[in-house]
């Protein structure tokens, strides 16, 4: 059963500890924690993540995002916010120190297309890069083909947190769903716990869209599509990691591709297995 935690103004909150692993054990409780945006985020909201342990929060929406948004109520604190978008778009600075990439990595940072705005936004239909059956799970993989820098420093930065991180995006969904079901599957989850934590997001899917269409950076872009086209399919999350294993030969060795390591695996698993 999903760890939901209620708060004011988060819908789609939930801890991740106690997935269970391969190996009989569980993710340690208070290590890993994923939501939709903390933008609205009232005094208590504030109060109760900090209560909670988070000392650094993984940003996943693109620039566009952020910048429409403008700065949350928990950069107000002493909380670590680590910004690192998905989507392709280029950032002034990004790929200029290459020394801890991969050449995959690097190169994908040179190549990346300047996104127009309207192409920034997580639910806009953009062709995507890498091809799957379900189309869904393409656009998955895509992010890993787009954005491997984005991928490798969000996986470190949770393996590096002092205290929990907080992985979210705009929905905590798709974004957050691919960066913490690779978390896990690092970390030795079983599978089809990794899919069902994934699948939660459902649940509250009619509450986060609520949310969203209360936004207008996101309004225009989701007033039109039906509940329907927001709900996380376990399915999707199957054939992600399915496709993973298949293609690559599992989470790990198609990450050591882009740049990670064996010591980030390492710092991981110490992380979320204690």
């Known amino acids: 059963m999903p760890r939901w935690i209620d708060m004011d103004q988060l819908v789609n909150l939930r801890d991740v500890g106690g997935t269970p692993t391969t190996d009989g054990g569980e993710i340690v409780p208070g290590r890993l924690l994923r939501s939709d945006n903390l933008q609205d985020l009232t005094p208590a909201d504030v109060d109760a993540l900090l209560q909670l342990g988070v000392t650094d929060v993984v940003d996943l929406r693109s620039d566009y995002e952020v910048e429409m948004e403008g700065p949350g109520p928990l950069s107000r604190t002493?909380?670590?916010h680590h910004q690192h978008s998905f989507?392709?778009?280029?950032?002034?600075?990004?790929?200029?120190?290459?020394?801890s990439e991969s050449?995959?990595?690097a190169q994908a940072v040179e190549e990346r297309p300047e996104a127009v705005p309207d192409e920034a936004l997580p639910w806009v239909d953009l062709e995507p890069s890498v091809e799957a059956e379900n189309r869904v799970t393409s656009v998955y993989l895509s992010y890993l083909h787009d954005r491997?820098?984005?991928?490798?420093?969000?996986?470190?930065?949770?393996?590096?947190?002092?205290?929990?991180a907080l992985v979210h995006c705009a929905a905590g969904k798709d974004r957050t769903g691919t960066l913490v079901a690779l978390a896990l599957t690092l970390a030795g989850a079983e599978r089809e716990a990794v899919v069902a934590d994934y699948?939660?997001?459902s649940e509250r899917a009619q509450q986060i869209l609520d949310r969203l269409l209360a936004s207008d950076t996101y309004n225009a872009n989701l007033r039109d599509r039906p509940l329907s086209s927001h709900l996380s399919h376990p399915e999707t999350m199957r054939a992600f990691l399915?496709?993973?294993?298949?293609?690559?030969?599992?989470?790990?060795?198609m990450l050591a591709r882009i740049g990670w390591t064996p010591e980030d695996t390492a710092r991981l698993r110490a992380k979320l297995r204690g």
């Open 78 to 80: 002493d909380v670590v």
């Open 87 to 99: 989507f392709r778009e280029w950032r002034e600075g990004v790929g200029e120190d290459k020394t």
């Open 103 to 105: 050449p995959e990595a």
């Open 148 to 164: 491997p820098d984005s991928v490798l420093a969000g996986l470190r930065a949770v393996a590096d947190a002092d205290g929990a």
């Open 199 to 201: 699948a939660a997001s």
């Open 242 to 253: 399915e496709h993973v294993e298949d293609a690559y030969g599992g989470v790990e060795p």
